[in-house]
């Protein structure tokens, strides 16, 4: 009876953990390139009192035999990377990515970050940056007097300025890409960062190699859809109170059993 009662703490401890991953990605409904997490769930240990195959006689085999598991634990979340919706804002410093890949942005630190968020901003050295004050990689400084600011679907930036009719360029956008991007370690502020489960980033320009393309004035919402979620969270309820069932259930029957005896 103890054993039904460590199963359904399990059960308990688990739900409870997957309520939290929901209740994130919740919280991230209207956060800029969010990406939603699923919670990945593992059955634990079993106890083996009868091994299936073994023999119960000369020439004869049981059939399954007797395990019995102990619960269940998570093991992972996983980051999804379905595209978000594409909001339209006709704001020149706002891209999004059309596709895979990601903007490669310089962390205080020099290490490079990245991130699905085109929310770009100017800083006072007119260098675009995120709202961190982030620089954007390769660097995209603006120059003076600028009239009209433009981003091509390959990543072209270019600029006109007071006094020339002819675009001035400024640079190429480069996308990185993942072979594994839910290997990509979260560390907030809407950033990831490289780990040996995401393997190295392939650079490349927009629309090459697999990568998405660019759209200026646009941005990546998140792609959390609130009513799964909704009904995930309340899978997750039942699923809590089914094993809170467990537990007062197994309490009643060692108490009935004192009291017995």
């Known amino acids: 009876m103890h054993g039904a009662l460590f ?20 919280a991230n ?23 299936p195959g073994a023999e119960s006689a000369q020439g004869t085999q049981l059939p399954s035999g007797l395990q019995l598991g102990n619960g269940v634990r998570i ?13 339209v804002t006709e704001e020149p410093y706002d891209m999004a990515i059309n596709g ?32 961190e004050g ?12 600028i ?14 300025v007071a006094g020339s009719p002819d675009p001035v360029s400024l640079g190429t956008l480069e996308i990185a890409d993942f072979v594994n991007p839910a290997g990509l370690q979260a560390i907030g502020q809407n950033l990831f960062i490289e780990t040996a489960a995401s393997g190295a980033p392939q650079i490349a320009s927009p629309g090459e190699a697999g990568t998405g393309i660019l759209r200026q004035g646009m941005l990546e919402g998140s792609n959390v859809n609130s009513v799964e979620e ?14 809170s069932k467990v537990i007062s259930t197994a309490d009643e029957m060692l108490s009935y059993v004192s009291q017995q005896l």
């Open 7 to 26: 199963v359904a703490k399990t059960g308990l401890s688990a739900q409870d953990t997957q309520l939290k991953v929901i209740s994130n990605n919740l």
């Open 29 to 51: 409904v209207s956060t800029v390139g969010f990406k939603k997490d699923r919670a990945v769930f593992e059955d634990l240990l079993y106890q083996v009192q009868r091994q």
């Open 75 to 87: 093991v992972g979340t996983q980051k999804l990377f379905q595209t978000g919706e594409m909001q």
């Open 100 to 131: 895979r890949g990601f903007f490669q942005v310089t962390m205080p630190s020099g290490e490079v970050g990245y991130t699905r968020n085109g929310q770009f901003h100017l800083n006072g050295n007119s260098e675009l940056v995120t709202v």
């Open 134 to 145: 982030y620089l954007l990689e390769p660097a995209i400084t603006m120059p003076e007097e």
């Open 147 to 160: 009239q009209t600011f433009t981003v091509g679907v390959d990543g072209t930036v270019t600029a006109v």
């Open 230 to 243: 909704l009904v995930n969270m309340i899978t997750t309820q039942r699923a809590y109170e089914i094993n």
